[in-house]
């Protein structure tokens, strides 16, 4: 007790500075709540101002005690806080935004809690997209009461089904219910009707969680048929939760993970790893990860591509189960290349390992303008048609080979 008081009265001056800095680094935190969503960059900048002065106060005061660890490891905070305050300027001094990560309160077996992002049965949604002074798109789209979008002109006569999976792709984003690829398919079909599970925004995961939320089959009246699941690369980056995606818009999604060799559920990714997803709360606003734009992890590996071919095939198994035949697909649709070759050739290694059918329609077209919306990177209705007559006839050929 002697050494400590005898300590404190050496370095009275430091700790005095000390308490000022946290004292200041407080009011910092008591104004920024009182503000709302949004800290405003001179706030920010208080509060880098305030941590290197007490990363700095601390160094001295350790190297003045001859604490050499403690010292060198303060040395490195203040180096990487100084660096982070450095590209703040650089940045322009950018605000930070606070936003809301909570679990809403909902029963455990709600659709929102088991499968996560959904549209609310028996709706009709308006998108309209705004680029400038110019209407991208203006449309109408329409849910049944079990959450998938209306395919339109359903036959009763027809005999098959074709069930579609994916994302905003698949679901037809920025297109109205008979621009879709699922109508355009059902309408180069002459004996089978159209189903589509699309979700915007939504990644391999989430399909898998629509397969063992309910038994998708009750939904369908033909007894025969395909899925196709409308593959795009940016599914691998949702299904593994990205630093960059959790924050963005996907924290509520289904968490999977392999334990012991084996797929299993873990909740959502906000709450079934609650270490890593907290970590990218703290990170993703920092300026080192927006001025070097990074994203956590730094590159796929193989695990992530195990991780998500596990997925696919847990949810090729589930539609066997429900449906009575194997006949489901992978489907990579044409898109902007967002891959390494070796990356691909290691994902369809894996695809071909688990004995996972895949249809690869990626280099039937170059991927640009002419396919897209006008103002828009999802591909438009003509796009959809002509993908649908190389889905058919592909279909077709891998049938007749099994």
């Known amino acids: 007790m002697n050494k400590f008081k005898a300590f404190v009265k050496a370095n009275k001056r430091t700790f005095i500075v000390l308490i000022l800095a946290v004292i200041s680094l ?30 700095t106060c601390f160094y001295l005061l350790f190297l003045k005690g001859k604490r050499v660890i403690l010292a060198n490891l303060t040395l490195i905070a203040l180096l990487l806080f100084l660096l ?3 590209l703040f300027f650089v940045l322009g001094m950018p605000s930070a935004f606070k936003k809301d990560f ?6 455990e077996n709600h659709i929102a809690r088991q499968v996560g992002a959904t549209y609310y049965p ?19 789209f329409a849910i049944d009461h079990m959450n998938k979008r209306i395919t339109p002109d359903f036959d009763s006569t027809k005999t098959k089904y074709n069930l579609f999976f994916g994302c905003s792709i698949g679901f037809g984003y920025g297109l109205e219910d008979n621009q879709t690829l699922a109508y355009h398919v059902q309408e180069q079909s002459p004996d089978a009707n159209s189903y589509n599970f699309c979700i915007s925004a939504t990644g391999t995961n989430h ?27 940016d599914h691998i980056y949702r299904a593994i939760g990205t630093m960059h995606r959790y ?43 927006k001025y070097f734009e990074a994203d956590l992890p730094l590159k796929l590996n193989d695990s992530h591509f195990d991780l998500v071919t596990e997925m696919v095939l847990e949810s090729k198994k ?40 895949f249809i690869d329609l990626s280099n039937t077209i170059k991927y640009y303008g002419k396919y897209t919306l006008d103002g828009d990177s999802h591909p438009n ?21 099994n």
């Open 84 to 86: 982070e305050t450095i």
């Open 247 to 289: 924050t963005e818009w996907l924290h509520l999604a289904p968490y999977y993970e392999m334990n012991d060799g084996k797929l299993v559920r873990n909740k959502l990714f906000k709450d079934g790893r609650p270490f890593v997803s907290g970590w990218y709360e703290r990170l993703y606003q920092t300026n080192i990860v």
């Open 381 to 401: 209705s003509e796009t959809n048609k002509l993908m649908a007559k190389y889905l058919l006839q592909k279909t077709m050929l891998k049938e007749k080979k």
């Open 207 to 233: 399909m898998l969680a629509q397969f063992q939320y309910r038994d998708l089959s009750k939904q369908v009246a033909e007894k025969d048929g395909c899925g196709y699941y409308i593959f795009f690369w």
């Open 122 to 140: 028996d709706s009709v949604y308006h998108e309209v997209k705004v680029n400038g002074t110019d209407t991208v798109f203006d449309v109408h």
């Open 102 to 107: 909570s679990i809403p309160d909902l029963p």
């Open 318 to 357: 589930a539609y066997t189960k429900q449906f009575g035949n194997d006949k489901f697909y992978l489907v990579f649709y044409p898109n902007y290349i967002a891959y390494t070759p070796e990356e691909m050739r290691i994902f369809k290694s894996y695809l071909t390992k688990k004995r996972i059918k």
């Open 26 to 55: 407080f009011s910092y935190n008591v104004t920024k709540n009182g503000i709302g969503s949004e800290v405003f960059g001179w706030l920010r900048l208080w509060k880098y101002l305030s941590l290197l002065f007490i990363l």
